[in-house]
């Protein structure tokens, strides 16, 4: 497992998310003290995701086939979301 310091975490961020791509844990400290931890995604985490996707897919499709995308409200759409 990697080790690096939080400024070059910050300045090597797309390298060390390529790594957790790649299946690889990355300890990010501060002042040589482990504070964070970026790796791979569970696979609870995947699935969470994905399935918001598919809900937000279904959302525009009805709204599409209710006519509603022109008139778009923001606040009724995360209202919605959150249902």
Do not use: C, W, Y
Not at 39 to 61: D, F, I, W, Y
Not at 69 to 75: E, H, K, S, T
Request: a positive charge; aromatic letters at 2%.
């Amino acid at each position: 497992m990697k080790k690096v310091g939080l400024f070059e975490a910050k300045t090597h961020l797309s390298a060390l998310v390529d790594d957790a791509l790649a299946g690889k844990t990355t300890i990010i400290t501060r002042r040589g003290k482990p504070v964070a931890e970026i790796g791979p995604a569970s696979a609870e985490h995947k699935t969470r995701a994905l399935q918001a996707v598919e809900r937000l897919k279904a959302m525009r499709k009805r709204l599409a086939a209710e006519g509603k995308l022109r008139d778009i409200n923001v606040r009724e759409l995360i209202d919605e979301g959150r249902t």
